[in-house]
């Protein structure tokens, strides 16, 4: 079981948008910067927000990042279906010292 | 072009080692805190193991604590990961990452900004 707690799945048509929540604690979300990243299976996973709410370059505006507390999400606008994959979130856990990963969501674009 | 490629994957016995090996190129290994991360069959990533710049600190998972151990050599560009009394649950593609986006004048450090393609490892008699 994953220290971030992430929804298994979510689903949305072209155009549309939806956001992925990342649930953690005091010890990670909550005091430490969050970052989210992409993977198809057989790839390299790929960044596409850091330090909460920043996007490095090349990923487009669709993507965007938020922070309340224990709670990060990502949001998507725009959906296309090269939007289809996992996504992680990932932060910083002081207590203990290790980085942290959720479980994974996978963004299905009907 | 910055890549990372991992080596060292294959089949192993239970109880056995086998030691993992990523090379970096087109950028300043030797600035950047590095990170080993896995997925096994079916489930998510799961970060195993970090290494600052110039060697220490060093960060395990305590599913691994006593069994692997990660270390550079900055002179090679690499960081390797030795996996002793592997078990069947360390059957997973492992990736190496590099911690740390710059930009500017800024740099970014709890990021994994740079991953490999992974390498294999299967742990089963």
């Known amino acids: 079981q994953s220290v971030l707690t992430q929804p298994p799945s979510v689903s949305a048509a072209p155009g549309q948008e939806v956001t992925i929540s990342c649930s953690g604690s005091?010890?990670?979300?909550?005091?430490?910067?969050v970052s989210w990243y992409r993977h198809l299976p057989g790839t390299a996973p790929k960044v596409v927000i850091y330090?909460?709410?920043k996007r490095p370059s090349g990923i487009p505006d669709r993507f965007s990042g938020s922070k309340s507390g224990a709670s990060a999400t990502l949001g998507i606008t725009g959906l296309e279906t090269g939007d289809e994959a996992h996504y992680y979130c990932?932060?910083?856990?002081?207590?203990?010292?290790?980085?942290?990963f959720g479980g994974g969501t996978k963004l299905t674009v009907l | 072009e910055a890549q990372l490629v991992e080596s060292g994957g294959g089949l192993v016995q239970p109880g056995g080692s086998l030691r993992l090996s990523c090379t970096g190129s087109?950028?300043?290994?030797?600035?950047?805190?590095m990170n080993w991360v896995r997925q096994a069959p079916g489930k998510g990533l799961e970060w195993v193991a970090y290494?600052?710049?110039?060697?220490?600190?060093?960060y395990n998972v305590d599913a691994v604590k006593g069994r692997f151990t990660i270390s550079r050599d900055n002179e090679r560009n690499s960081v390797y990961l030795q996996m002793d009394r592997l078990r069947g649950d360390d059957t997973a593609i492992y990736y190496c990452?590099?911690?740390?986006?710059?930009?500017?004048?800024?740099?970014?450090?709890?990021?994994?900004?740079?991953w490999g393609h992974g390498t294999m490892v299967t742990v089963s008699s």
């Open positions: 290494i600052s710049s110039d060697d220490r600190p060093r």
């Open positions: 990452a590099k911690a740390g986006y710059c930009t500017g004048d800024t740099c970014y450090w709890e990021v994994f900004d740079l």
């Open positions: 330090d909460t709410d």
């Open positions: 087109g950028f300043t290994f030797n600035f950047y805190n």
């Open positions: 005091s010890s990670n979300i909550g005091s430490n910067y």
């Open positions: 990932g932060t910083w856990d002081s207590s203990p010292s290790a980085w942290v």
